[in-house]
């Protein structure tokens, strides 16, 4: 376990790796989480990483070899680049992987036009059906694992494969407000529907915040707060559809991409919206200078 | 490692410092001599009572072998289950690191990083399947009142993570005090799961914080849980 006082390698050092005999200079902080700090890197030959930094040599063994079953060309998750040890204090035990681009999705999800969400869910839902194909759910869903770049593409990669499970298994690894156990709507085993909920819940909670008290809640209650949260979505193809998926109808991936791939646009968003701001604007300060004709008439100002 | 070995471990859940009977330190180091691990969650509570409470529950968890974590109520129910997977981990990667140190004279670390992912995913299968066997015990003292939603519905989530492994769950609840003069009582004895109606009408906070007693209790209702499986199955193996 880390938290954020953790003392931190500062930028320019050079971490030796004992075992691959590479060398790589930190560049900063690229976050720090549960289980480590993750920096980003340059190795001794210019690739740029992101290095994984653990207290225990078990945990970034295990994460590594989390990140070597789910690689591959499609594979959402960064590429791993070397697992190594080095001498230096704060850097005992790590890992480099593939430096990702992209903000967390909480970070942008309330700047994203209708077009552009549809195409991150669909994206996130893409990665994981390719993700289960190879035997594998991600479990972890939540938008703070998912980085969104936004000048490529609104492309979508995941972070923290720290909760990656075979299919079937129990999970390890969750947060409550996107794990559908937690709100009484499955089990708590990995399985492609885990994920899939997952989603739901997350893009739900992006939208409609959990109540404080949610924690000491009974399930019951938890369910009739998601009720009425689903009833909050404003486009009838989204609220549809979440339903669809927190009673458990969508079971694969592959028909949930589809699903969302289908879901039609809100009808020209901007160009209404920019004309529709642009009459009120004028009503409104013709109705201002008028009363400040008013004003200026009774001497008012 | 066969199908029977098993883990064992205690929950402790408390808001304060114990103030009845048996020094709590003790009675910790004593269930981790018996193989059980003792994990402590304290809630955070303001002032000096808090800062002694902090200390207390570290050193119950440093005697007991297991983890110490102080957090808000709405945290209880995600620390309860990374703690449990954790010690299970740290648990079942000490045998694997004696097992290593007595075939090849090394341990995790000596490895190469590779061979240690293929240790690791090793540990991580055996923690899915291995029987674990876990008594919650719960703090409630006076002061936990309007924290017994949060701690009884954290306790349910808890369950619902542990009954879904391979690996058998035998799951017992206690409180401490108990009723009347009773140090503590036991909410529900060995199942495969919690029982919620039973944590409904069982959980009231009242009186002081028994917590030596409580570990005790908790370790006699393991070891005696052995006992009877022993004397139907023949021995088994176990972890600590
Ligand atoms: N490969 C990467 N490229 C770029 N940024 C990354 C990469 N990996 C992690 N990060 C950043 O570092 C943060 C922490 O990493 P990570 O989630 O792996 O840590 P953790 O300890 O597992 O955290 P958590 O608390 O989510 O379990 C991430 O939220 C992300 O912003």
Redesign the interface.
């Known amino acids: 376990m880390t938290d954020k006082s953790q003392v931190q390698i500062p930028s320019g050092t050079w971490i030796v790796g004992k075992?691959t005999g590479r060398r790589w200079r930190i560049r900063g902080c690229l976050g720090v989480g549960?289980n480590g700090v993750v920096y980003a890197v340059d190795r001794d030959d210019g690739l740029p990483g992101a290095m994984k930094v653990c207290e225990g040599?078990?945990q970034?063994?295990?994460e590594?070899?989390l990140l070597?079953r789910v690689k591959g060309a499609r594979s959402s998750f960064p590429a791993p680049q070397q697992?190594?040890?080095s001498d230096h204090p704060h850097a005992q035990?790590f890992?480099v992987m593939e430096r990702v681009g992209g903000k967390p999705l909480d970070k942008v999800w309330l700047g994203l036009r209708p077009a552009d969400r549809k195409r991150v869910l669909h994206e996130i839902v893409a990665g994981l059906a390719h993700l289960h194909e190879t035997g594998y759910a991600f479990c972890d869903v939540k938008a703070q694992n998912i980085l969104v770049d936004s000048s490529d593409d609104m492309r979508v990669r995941f972070v923290d494969a720290g909760g990656v499970t075979p299919l079937g298994?129990?999970?390890?690894?969750f947060?409550?407000t996107s794990d559908g156990?937690?709100w009484g709507v499955c089990?708590?085993?990995a399985s492609a529907q885990y994920d899939l909920i997952g989603v739901a819940l997350m893009a739900l909670t992006l939208d409609v915040k959990p109540p404080a008290n949610v924690?000491?809640?009974?399930?019951e209650q938890r369910r009739a707060w998601l009720n009425k949260a689903i009833l909050q979505v404003a486009e009838p193809g989204w609220r549809s559809l979440l339903q669809k998926v927190l009673r458990g109808s969508v079971t694969d991936a592959p028909t949930l991409a589809r699903a969302i791939q289908s879901i039609p646009l809100p009808k020209e968003p901007d160009g209404t919206d920019w004309s529709a701001k642009l009459m009120w604007g004028s009503l409104a300060s013709a109705t201002l200078s008028t009363a400040c004709a008013w004003a200026l008439y009774l001497r008012l100002i | 490692m066969g199908k029977e070995a098993t883990i064992r471990q205690i929950l402790v859940i408390t808001d304060g410092c114990s103030n009845i009977g048996p020094d709590p330190v003790d009675a910790a180091r004593r269930a981790h001599g018996r193989g059980i691990v003792v994990n402590v969650i304290g809630i955070v509570g303001d002032g000096e009572a808090a800062q002694k409470g902090y200390e207390e529950a570290q050193s119950i968890a440093d005697a007991g072998g297991g983890m110490c974590r102080i957090v808000q109520p709405a945290d209880i129910s995600a620390t309860a289950q990374m703690m449990t997977h954790q010690t299970m981990q740290m648990t079942l990667q000490q045998v694997v690191n004696q097992e290593l140190m007595s075939v090849m004279g090394k341990t995790t670390e000596d490895l190469p990083p590779a061979e240690r992912s293929r240790v690791m995913q090793v540990v991580a299968k055996l923690e899915e399947e291995i029987a674990l066997q876990l008594v919650v015990a719960l703090d409630m003292s006076a002061s936990m009142r309007d924290k017994i939603p949060t701690v009884r519905e954290a306790v349910r989530d808890l369950s619902l993570s542990l009954q879904v492994r391979t690996g058998s769950l035998e799951v017992a609840v206690l409180s401490f005090p108990g009723k009347g003069e009773e140090s503590t009582r036991l909410v529900q004895p060995f199942s495969n799961k919690v029982d919620v109606a039973s944590l409904e009408s069982a959980l009231v906070a009242r009186g002081g914080t028994p917590t030596g007693p409580a570990i005790d209790y908790a370790a006699s209702l393991i070891i005696d849980r052995q006992r009877t499986v022993d004397e139907a199955d023949g021995p088994r193996r176990d972890f600590a």
């Open positions: 075992w549960a040599a078990g970034v063994a295990f590594w070899s070597e697992i190594d040890d035990y890992y298994k129990a999970v390890r690894q947060t409550p156990a937690f089990e708590r085993r924690f000491s809640q009974s399930q």
